[in-house]
C-alpha cells in the first residue's frame, strides 16, 4: 500500500509533484492556463497536513472567490485520510481582512472607532455615501460624477493612501475635489459604524502598524501561507501578504502574469514579476501542460500571448487531441453577430446533442450583453447572466436587508432612509423630520435607531420630557416606527432568520406595496420570496446562525459566487472578466474587434503604460 506522501503525489506530473512537496521556504509557481494549480494547491495543503504534520490552523491559504475556497475546501477534505481540515482558514482577502477585525473588537474600537457591530458597505452603498459626501461639502453630484469619484477613492485606499496623503500629491483643481470628498466619505462613513471592502484591507494593515504585537500573533499563527492568483494582487494586498509571511517566510504562490486581467481594480503584475526579487532564495517551479484545453487553442493562445512584453518566459503546451479548428467570424453588426450565435448554438444542440449548460457566450463589457439577450428571448433559449444585477443588489432584496442591517447596526443611516423611502412603515416621515431625530440622536448620544425606538412613551419614558417638535404626521410616523423597531428587535434575539423575515415583511406593510394584477411586480415578489429561501438554506447550513454572520456574508459574495452550477439547460452569457478560471465545451467570444477587445478607454487611459493592456 502507498503512503501517505506518495498517495498525495500520485497522478500528478514531475513539476506538480515538486510544487507539492518543496514545503519550506518562498515558491513561486508559475501556472498556465488548465496546468492543474488547484489541485496543486489542494494536494499541497493535504501534503502539509498529513505529510508534514502541520496542524490545518497553522495553514492559510487565500483565494480569488468565496466559490473557490469552497470548492478547495471541499477537496482537500476528500484528500484527507481524516476526512476534515478543522481549523484550516481559507477564504478571499476580504474575508481575511474581516476575520481579523472581527477577532480584535477592542483594538478595532479603541484603534479604528469601529463598534463590533460594523457593516460592509457594498457597491451602491459606498456610491450614496460618495453622493453624499458631495453634498456635504456643498457640491452638486450631476457635476462630479460619483462613480468616478468613487474610483478614485478606492485607488487611494489599494494604495493605502489616507486624505491627507492625496491631498500632499494633489497637483490640479481636480485633485483637491478628490481629496475634499474622500475627507467627508470617511467621516460620513465611520459616523454610520460601517467600511467598505477597500477597508477591509487597509484597516486590518493600520492595526498591525500600531499594534505590533497583533501583528506578530498572526504571523506565529500561520506558519505556511498560499495564495492562488497572484498576478491579480494589488498593492494592499501584497503589503498583508508580506507581513503576515515575515516570520516563517513559507509563502506560497501561484499565479500567471498572461492572466493578469485586473488592472482597473489596482492589480499590479509586478508583484508576481518581482517576487524573486523580494525573496532572492525563492524556488520558481513552471506548471507548463494543460489538461484542459485541445492542441489548437493552446498553439493559438500561446502565439498570442508570446510577444507580451512584460512575463515570465514560457511555453504552454498540451498532450491533447488537435481539436477543432477555431472559427472565426467577420459579421456586418451586433444584431447580425447574435443573430449567428443564436444559430450557431440550435445547429450545435441538433447535431451534437450539447445542452445549454455547456455553451458560453463572452465578451468584454456588460452592455454587450442586451443584443444578445434580445436574440435569445427572441428564439425562446433559456439563458443566464452571470454579472449583471446580482440577486442581493435588486431593489425588493435590497429593502428587507435594509430593515436587517438597521436591527444590527442602527447607526446606519443609508438603510434607515431606505427603509423610509421604499417601506409603507415610513409613510409620513419626511427628510426634515429625520435630520430632527438625527440631531437629537446626536445629543443624547445615541444611534439613530435607537433615537427612533426612545420616540416611544412605553419604552423609554426618561425620553419624553424633551422630545423632538414633529407634525402630527411624523409625530403618528415616528412613533409607528419606533414601535415596530422595538418589537423587531425583540423578535431578533430570539427568532430563525427566516422567522425574523416573515416579521419584517408582516410589520413593515411591505406585502402590500405588491400589485399582484402585474407580472413584473409578480416577479419582483418572488424575488422577496427567494430571499427567505435563501435565509432557510443559510439556516440549515449554519444552525441558530447569528443576523450578523448572513450579512457579513451577503456583503462579501461576488457574481461568480452566485453562479449556479445547475444551470438547467440555459446557455451563460458572461463577460470575460468574471468568466476566469470557468470551463465550457463550446465558447463564444463577441466583440473582437478593434477598441472593443481591448476596450478603447483602457487604452487611451494607458497609451504610456502597455502592460494593462496585455489582456
Keep these: 500500500m502507498l503512503d501517505h506522501a506518495s498517495r498525495l503525489l500520485e497522478g500528478l506530473n514531475p513539476a506538480q509533484q515538486e510544487a507539492v512537496s518543496t514545503t519550506e521556504g518562498p515558491v513561486l509557481v508559475v501556472a498556465g492556463p488548465g496546468s492543474g494549480k488547484t489541485r496543486v494547491l489542494t494536494h499541497r495543503i493535504a501534503y502539509l497536513i498529513e505529510e508534514r504534520n502541520v496542524s490545518p490552523d497553522q495553514i492559510l491559504a487565500v483565494t480569488f472567490t468565496n466559490k473557490a475556497a469552497r470548492e478547495m475546501r471541499d477537496r482537500v477534505d476528500r484528500l484527507l485520510t481524516g476526512g476534515s481540515a478543522s481549523g484550516l482558514v481559507m477564504g478571499t482577502f476580504h474575508a481575511l481582512g474581516v476575520r481579523i477585525l472581527r477577532q480584535n473588537p477592542g483594538l478595532v474600537a479603541d484603534r479604528l472607532g469601529l463598534l463590533p457591530n460594523f457593516l460592509i458597505y457594498d457597491d451602491g452603498d459606498q456610491l450614496e455615501l460618495v453622493k453624499r459626501a458631495v453634498v456635504g461639502i456643498g457640491l452638486d453630484p450631476k457635476q462630479l460624477v460619483p462613480r468616478r469619484m468613487l474610483s478614485r477613492i478606492s485607488k487611494a485606499k489599494s ?19 478628490v481629496v475634499r470628498v474622500y475627507r467627508e466619505y470617511e467621516r460620513v462613513l465611520r459616523g454610520a459604524n460601517a467600511v467598505d471592502f477597500d477597508d477591509l484591507l487597509g484597516l486590518p494593515i493600520r492595526l498591525f ?3 505590533p504585537a497583533l501583528l ?26 508580506s507581513a503576515l509571511s515575515a516570520h516563517f ?9 498572461d492572466q493578469s486581467i485586473y488592472a482597473w481594480r489596482q492589480a499590479d503584475i509586478r508583484n508576481i514579476l518581482d517576487f524573486e526579487k523580494d525573496y532572492p532564495d525563492a524556488h520558481q517551479i513552471h506548471l507548463e501542460l494543460n489538461y484542459r484545453s485541445t492542441a489548437r487553442i493552446v498553439q493559438a493562445a500561446d502565439r498570442l500571448i508570446r510577444d507580451n512584453t512584460q512575463r ?4 504552454i503546451r498540451t498532450e491533447n487531441v488537435e481539436g477543432e479548428l477555431i472559427a472565426v467570424r467577420e459579421l456586418a453588426d451586433q444584431n447580425h453577430e447574435a443573430s449567428f450565435v443564436v444559430g450557431e448554438i440550435r445547429r450545435l444542440t441538433v447535431a451534437h446533442g450539447l445542452s445549454g449548460n455547456d455553451v458560453a457566450i463572452m465578451y468584454r463589457t456588460t452592455a454587450q450583453s442586451r443584443v444578445l439577450e434580445e436574440a435569445f428571448r427572441n428564439s425562446d433559449i433559456p439563458y443566464r447572466i452571470v454579472g449583471g444585477v446580482r440577486f442581493y443588489a435588486r431593489k425588493e432584496v435590497k429593502d428587507i436587508l435594509a430593515v436587517f442591517r438597521l436591527l444590527h447596526n442602527p447607526s ?3 438603510s434607515l432612509e431606505r427603509v423610509l423611502d421604499n417601506l409603507p412603515l415610513g409613510r409620513g416621515f419626511g427628510p426634515k423630520a429625520l435630520d430632527t431625530v ?7 448620544r445615541q444611534p439613530i435607531l435607537n433615537a427612533f425606538v426612545a420616540l416611544v412613551p412605553s419604552v423609554d419614558t426618561e425620553a419624553r420630557d424633551q422630545p423632538p417638535a414633529f407634525s402630527g404626521a411624523a409625530k403618528a410616523a415616528a412613533e409607528r416606527l419606533g414601535r415596530v423597531f422595538a418589537d423587531l428587535i425583540e423578535r431578533e434575539r430570539s427568532s430563525t432568520l427566516p422567522e ?14 405588491f400589485n399582484e394584477a402585474n407580472e413584473e411586480e409578480l416577479q419582483r415578489w418572488a424575488n422577496v420570496l427567494e430571499l427567505r429561501g435563501d435565509l432557510e438554506r443559510y439556516d440549515t447550513m449554519e444552525p441558530g446562525a447569528a443576523l450578523a454572520a448572513y450579512l457579513e456574508q451577503v456583503a462579501l459574495v461576488a457574481d461568480v459566487d452566485s453562479m449556479d452550477d445547475d444551470a438547467r439547460g440555459q446557455v451563460t452569457l458572461i463577460t470575460l472578466h468574471s468568466a476566469k478560471g470557468l470551463e465550457f465545451p463550446v465558447v463564444f467570444i463577441t466583440g473582437v474587434e478593434e477598441g472593443l477587445l481591448p476596450i478603447s478607454r483602457a487604452v487611451e487611459a494607458e497609451a504610456f503604460d502597455p502592460a494593462p493592456l496585455e489582456e
Design 412 to 414: 446606519d443611516r443609508i
Design 500 to 513: 425574523l423575515f416573515d416579521s419584517v415583511v408582516e410589520q413593515t406593510g411591505y406585502r402590500d406595496t
Design 249 to 257: 517566510r513559507n509563502l506560497f504562490v501561484v499565479g500567471d502574469p
Design 438 to 444: 438625527i440631531e437629537w440622536a446626536a445629543k443624547r
Design 216 to 241: 506578530e500573533n498572526y504571523q506565529r499563527r500561520f506558519r505556511y501561507i498560499l495564495v492562488d492568483e497572484y498576478q491579480d494582487t494589488n498593492r494592499v494586498q501584497y503589503v498583508l501578504v
Design 159 to 177: 494604495l493605502l493612501m489616507t486624505p491627507d496623503e492625496v491631498a500632499n500629491e494633489a497637483t490640479t483643481y481636480d485633485d483637491e475635489l
Design 312 to 315: 515570465i518566459d514560457r511555453r
Design 209 to 211: 502598524d500600531e499594534v
